[in-house]
Structure formats: C-alpha cells, structure tokens
C-alpha cells in the first residue's frame, strides 16, 4: 500500500476526472437524440462481450447533478466530458436539436457554480449514424459535417466553455473502428481504415479554426492515445517490427498535428497518405493551447509469427505480452509507471517546442471491484490494486515533469464505471462504483484516495 508522499506537482496543476457521454450518460432516445453508430453496433449480436448495451449505462444524463456533486466532493480543479453529437445534431447535418443543448447548458452551468471548470471533448466515438451510411471517417464530407457541428455546439456554450478538445483517440476509431472492426462501425478494412486518418485530422483541423473564430480567448487541444512501444527483444525483426507500430499507433496521428507532415509510410506500400488534398496539413497543424495525451500501458511488439492473423493480414508486426511476472490489470493491461514517464519524455525529445504543454486527459486502470459491507456496514470497494495503480502513474507523471516535460494537468479515467465499449459493462474503471441495475454510486477507496492527493497538492 502507498505511503511515501506524493511529490509537489507545479503550482496551478489542474486535478480533474474525466467520462465520455456515451459511456455514461444512457437516455439514448431522449429529448430528440439521434442514433449514433455504437447504438447500431451495440444492438448486433455478439459485438458486445457481455452483450449489453447503454440505453441506460451510468443514467448520467438524469443525475448529472449526482457526478456534478461527486466532481465537488473530490475537490477536482476540472471534469472532462464529452458532448454527445447525436444529441445537438441527431442526423449529424443541418439545425441544432434545441433540447440537446439546452442539457449541456445546464450541465456546464452547473459546474461553474460548483467551481470545476469544463474541459468539453468534442467527439468521443459516437458519430450518428446517418454520416455512417453515407461513408463514416472514409468519406472527406465527414470532415465538414463534424466542423459544423462544432459550430452549432459552440453557438450554444462558446460563451461558458473555455477549453476544447476536438477530438477523443482517432487512432481507436482507424485501428478499432475501421481496420480491425472491434469497435464501431465495425469494418475491417485493415489498411483500407487509413482515410479515416486523415479525415479525422482534417476535422481536428477544421474544428480548431471553428473554435479561434468564435473566440479569442478558448484553448484548444487533440486528445491522443499513445503507447511506448518496447520491441519484445533486441532481434533485428522485432526492433522493426517495433518502428513499424510505433508508425501506425502514435505516429500518423501525432505528426501531421504537431510537424505538417505524415511520417513516411513506405514500409506499408504507400507513398502518399490517402485522402490527403493541397492545404489540408496547413489547417491539421494549426498551433493548439494544450496537447492531450491518454495513456495506459506499455505495448510490447514483435514480428508477427508465422501463420499468425497479423502476418495472414499482411501486417509487419505483433503484439505480444508483456514480460514473464508483469503485473495487469482486469483488462490484461501491463502496469508499468516507468513507461509512462518514459513515453512523456519521448514525445518532448520527439516534438521538442512543437509539443504544446501536456495534459494527461486520461489515465487508470480497470479491475474487478467488489462492493462489500464496510465498517459502518455502508457499502464500501477496497481497490487497493487501482490505488497502487493511480499512486506510481502519477508519480510517473512527476517523474516526466522533472526531466523537463511540461504537463499541466491530470484527468483520471475514470468518475464513474461506465460502459466500457465491446467490453460492455466487464471492465469498471470508476473512482466511483456504480450498480448498473439502479445507478447507485458507491465511492471506492481511490476516491477517498485521490481526494486526499488532490486536497495535498491543492493546499
Ligand atoms: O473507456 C475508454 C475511453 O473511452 C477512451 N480511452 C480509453 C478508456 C479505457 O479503455
């Protein structure tokens, strides 16, 4: 169990939790939302592992208030959450749905009188399905319809949200969604997913144009998935195996953003990125306010084996676990804080002044919480391994500030359990337990954990 005391993080260090509407929020019908591709994906046989759905998740879109009130009591700086597409535009083009922003108005209303200042994501996976059928991430129309719904949300709240960002992991809706169709929509088009790339940056681009425009003020950042990639062993194979994922995992999504330019893509066959027009890298590099990183664990990689899907699918790498006596989490993710601090500093030798300030948008870990009587005889959930989890992370955070990385803030994944996509309702990562059955909150011992390091440093 932790005891040493958390290192002093830079003053003015932003503390927050961070959800996503469609993980949490259920109400999939209400007040005149739209179907999004993961309600289409949820609602197919065998895509959901425990085959659930989240018609109602978390019910955050009806207790708000109760995240809002958890959010204070935790003494958070910031919460990040995401606003639902399907809600403020349910077809995904032409007038806003009133009611859908009515909610969000209130919500971040509500915030500002509990003092936690909103860092609202922009898109986090749901795309409606009406853009979908017409070609989803493949199509460059896709581009400009997320850029208008930008515009309709920040109409709306462009006046009470200072700090944006665009975009939730594009490399989970390319490499998941479109090449390995593990999340929605659901294709499997390997290397044909790459467009997806592309015209997600494009809208990244576009949308951080939409918000300068509409202010002089608002901050505005991507969030990123990255993963320190560790070759599996020094063998010549592998250490290019390892270059090879590194490309099509960090790279083609960080690059473009940061430098102006795809990383060379020869090793894959291609020698131009597909869909890329004259201009676009110009409005994709546009300088950001903050550059958010979500990170969770280490990816070991070797060549792909003989007969293994990875080289049937013609693929110059595998990954493969972690080394013998790893520890994980529930999801079989390796725990290794050394990594993370190792990966903040590889981006700051990578990007040098072109990387914006950090923000850790998200980091924690998922295991398998038991709510049992505590003391008092009051539900309780001892997560002891998420608290070991959550202490070395953030001193690996610290780590990284003190070789230089400018981080200035932390969002932990996540408030509150949630859907967690295709692995449904199997993997809670909430500082805060929720029966799905009937939305009861039961905070666990990270929460008084984290509310403690939070009250520590906050002075
Ligand atoms: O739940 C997800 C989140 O939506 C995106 N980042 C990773 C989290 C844990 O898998």
């Known amino acids: 169990m932790v005891d040493e005391r958390m290192p002093r993080f830079p003053q003015g260090f932003r503390w927050g939790a961070a959800t996503a509407a469609f993980q949490i929020e259920g109400a999939t019908t209400a007040d005149g939302r739209g179907p999004s591709i993961w309600d289409t994906f949820t609602a197919e046989p065998g895509r959901v592992i425990d085959g659930s759905n989240a018609e109602t998740a ?57 003092g936690i200042a909103p860092l609202a994501t922009l898109y986090h996976w749901d795309l409606p399905q009406p853009l979908e059928d017409a070609g989803g991430w493949l199509v460059r129309d896709t581009a400009e319809r997320y850029a208008e719904s930008v515009g309709l949300v920040l109409d709306r709240l462009g006046d009470r949200v200072g700090r944006w960002v665009t975009l939730n992991e594009p490399a989970m809706t390319t490499l998941e969604g479109y090449a390995l169709g593990t999340q929605a929509p659901g294709r499997t088009l390997m290397l044909g997913a790459l467009p997806t790339v592309h015209h997600q940056l494009l809208g990244h681009g576009l949308a951080v144009a939409a918000i300068r425009a509409a202010s002089g003020t608002a901050e505005v950042g991507i969030t990123n998935n990255h993963t320190l990639v560790v070759p599996a062993s020094d063998e010549p194979a592998d250490l290019v195996a390892a270059v090879a994922f590194d490309l099509v995992y960090n790279r083609i999504f960080i690059d473009p953003v940061l430098t102006g330019a795809y990383p060379d893509l020869s090793a894959f066959g291609l020698d131009a990125f597909p869909g890329l027009e004259p201009g676009d890298l110009d409005t994709i590099a546009a300088p950001l306010d903050f550059y958010g990183v979500n990170s969770y664990n280490p990816t070991y990689v070797a060549a792909p084996a003989e007969g293994s899907e990875f080289a049937l699918a013609g693929l110059p790498f595998e990954p493969v676990g972690p080394p013998a006596g790893t520890p994980v989490t529930g999801f079989d993710w390796p725990v290794v804080p050394e990594a993370f601090t190792e990966l903040l500093v590889s981006l700051r030798r990578d990007y040098g002044d072109a990387l914006p300030p950090v923000v850790i948008t998200e980091n924690g870990a998922s295991y398998v919480d038991e709510v049992v009587p505590g003391p008092d005889g009051e539900p309780a959930v001892h997560d002891v391994e998420r608290i070991d989890y959550l202490d070395g992370h953030l001193r690996a955070v610290a780590a990284a500030i003190d070789r230089g990385v400018d981080v200035r803030g932390y969002f932990l994944w996540s408030l509150i359990d949630n859907f967690e996509w295709a692995q449904g309702y199997t993997q809670r990562f909430g500082l805060v337990h929720v029966d799905f059955e009937t939305g009861e909150r039961t905070r666990k011992d990270a929460f008084a954990w984290y509310r403690g390091v939070v009250a520590d440093q906050r002075g």
Not at 67 to 92: C, H, K, M, N
């Open 58 to 114: 978390a019910d955050s879109y009806r207790r708000w208030r109760d995240d809002i009130a958890l959010l204070g009591e935790l003494g958070a700086t910031d919460y990040r959450f995401s606003i639902s597409w399907p809600r403020v535009q349910p077809g995904g083009s032409g007038a806003a749905n009133a009611a859908g922003l009515d909610h969000y108005e209130r919500f971040v209303d509500a915030l500002a009188e509990a």
